[in-house]
T-cell receptor, first 115, second 115 residues
């Protein structure tokens, strides 16, 4: 069984400040990990993913995340927040084995950026 | 490249009615997944279709059913609607490489309200 916990349903940062959105997971097998972003009235867009290889992954719009197996974490960061980053962010996990299709999502973190 | 399109975008039904939601997958994609996103929650996996067959299902009752057509478009059918079925229904398409790449492409969703 898998689960995803996103700490903080709502995070506010000032424009230009560091963005840190936290994600912890539990999985019985090595997981694939994802961050998706959802803008109001839109579907989900993939920001970045970890499948294998380098544990620090870079995504679109200046975001990056680091897979830390020992901490079962995959926190999302961006050095400098922009107004356009205001959206809801979802962390998701999926088992890495063949035949595994289901993404398990966290409840989401809504990011507000204060001018 | 045409993205994932869903219809209708909004609809209102009453308890006990039936609803059909439609999804056209992105060009070149042969796998379709459906997710339910209740207000304030992350998306939950309903099921996935590949080559017109269901090949994965989440924890949803049989009154949630689906179809995939030869052109890879898909329908989600929900019978005997309940109030708790009110949600945003998201369709996501992918290539079979999804197994290794993990990348899903989401539509903007169909928002269902059950009164």
């Amino acid at each position: 069984a898998q689960s995803v916990t996103q700490l903080g349903s709502h995070v506010s940062v000032s424009e230009g400040a560091l963005v840190l959105l936290r994600c912890n997971y539990s999985s019985s097998v090595p997981p694939y990990l994802f961050w998706y972003v959802q803008y109001p009235n839109q579907g989900l867009q993939l920001l970045l993913k970890y499948t294998t290889g380098a544990t620090l992954v870079k995504g679109i719009n200046g975001f990056e995340a680091e897979f830390k197996k020992s901490e079962t974490s995959f926190h999302l960061t961006k050095p400098s927040a922009h107004m356009s980053d205001a959206a809801e962010y979802f962390c998701a996990v999926r088992p890495s084995g063949a035949g595994s299709y289901q993404l398990t999502f966290g409840k989401g973190t809504k990011l507000s950026v204060i001018p | 490249e045409t993205g994932v399109t869903q219809s209708p975008t909004h609809l209102i039904k009453t308890r006990g009615q039936q609803v059909t939601l439609r999804c056209s997958s992105q060009s070149g994609h042969n796998t379709v997944s459906w997710y339910q996103q209740a207000l304030g929650q992350g998306p939950q996996f309903i099921f996935q279709y590949y080559r017109e067959e269901e090949n994965g299902r989440g924890n949803f009752p049989p009154r949630f059913s689906g179809l995939q057509f030869p052109n890879y478009s898909s329908e989600l059918n929900v019978n005997a609607l309940e109030l708790d079925d009110s949600a945003l229904y998201l369709c996501a398409s992918s290539t079979r490489d999804y197994i290794t790449t993990g990348e899903l492409f989401f539509g903007e969703g169909s928002r269902l309200t059950v009164l």
